[in-house]
């Protein structure tokens, strides 16, 4: 089979279109699909300092090699921040890795733990957790306050959360009844964003590897106490047997979020200082219950 390009020996067909491309159309078209979503939707502008938070993994170190691509052309420049939750025998490999990778991209790289932040490691709040709070949710309170510190002076952060991170938030979203979060996920509206929203998992990991980026493929050992990993599970099953229906979803969601109003007020934290729709963050919330 040949790719519909450019007549290249085709690797790789996407069934949602039926389109056959060779390693070097594909990466292209992924950089182009990239740089499309961030023209679309004025994620980064000329100038723009853009911090690109890197854990390690296919999806952050795969979107920090495209932005390396289109930052020389789009006139912004980029640097990687990376959180170290304190997770033992899990952690250490993928700091090793986007350390060597950095280096030899040249991109700047910095490192915020958790210890540094907030004097505590995931696992020693884990041990301590006396309630029924899962680790993807004390880590995701955590982490984001954590990537908006190690980010405070950038212009822009980018995260590396793609097209099926995205529809997975939003069922998670609509089933806890936090409905006031599916406002939140309006494309472009702060300065977090995400260029891979449009593009699948699969993807990005066919784009790390015909590319040879190095990443962690050892998955978390706490990934499978949330809800996230059955929802990821039911999705891949529905586009196995239905091609294209995360990418119709996908397009729907954005449309809903558009139509879905965030009234909560920003406040600041009586604690901490931070910004917060309540009296008290949830982060400083989250280190109280599991103290």
Do not use: W
């Not at 699969?202 to 706490?222: G, K, L, R, T």
């Not at 059955?230 to 954005?254: A, C, D, T, V, Y």
Request: hydrophobic residues 30%.
């Amino acid at each position: 089979m040949n790719c519909d390009r450019c007549k290249d020996k085709a690797v790789y067909t996407r069934r949602y279109s039926g389109e056959s491309l060779c390693g070097r159309c594909f990466s292209q078209s992924i950089v182009r699909k990239t740089a499309k979503t961030i023209s679309k939707y004025n994620m980064i502008q000329r100038g723009d300092d853009v911090a690109v938070a890197v854990s390690g993994g296919k999806d952050s170190l795969s979107l920090l090699h495209v932005l390396s691509k289109l930052s020389k052309s789009g006139g912004y420049t980029i640097r990687a921040v990376t959180i170290d939750e304190g997770i033992p025998g899990y952690r250490d490999e993928a700091l090793e890795i986007v350390d060597r990778y950095c280096n030899d991209m040249g991109i700047q790289y910095s490192v915020l733990s958790y210890k540094q932040m907030y004097n505590t490691t995931l696992q020693e709040r884990l041990d301590q957790r006396t309630d029924n709070t899962s680790s993807c949710s004390l880590c995701g309170v955590l982490r984001r306050q954590a990537i908006e510190q190690a980010a405070t002076d950038a212009d822009v952060i980018a995260t590396a959360h793609n097209m099926d991170d995205y529809i997975q938030t939003f069922l998670i979203n609509t089933m806890s009844g936090d409905v006031s979060r599916i406002g939140r996920n309006i494309i472009g509206a702060s300065r977090r964003v995400q260029p891979f929203c449009n593009i699948y998992e699969s993807e990005i990991v066919f784009y790390a590897f015909i590319n040879d980026i190095p990443f962690q493929s050892e998955p978390c050992p706490h990934m499978d106490e949330g809800i996230r990993t059955s929802i990821r599970e039911f999705l891949n099953e529905l586009e196995e047997k239905h091609s294209g229906i995360k990418n119709n979803m996908n397009k729907s969601i954005q449309k809903i979020a558009n139509y879905v109003q965030d009234t909560k007020v920003r406040k600041t934290c009586q604690v901490c200082g931070q910004q917060s729709t309540t009296e008290v963050c949830s982060v400083c919330r989250m280190l109280e219950r599991t103290a």
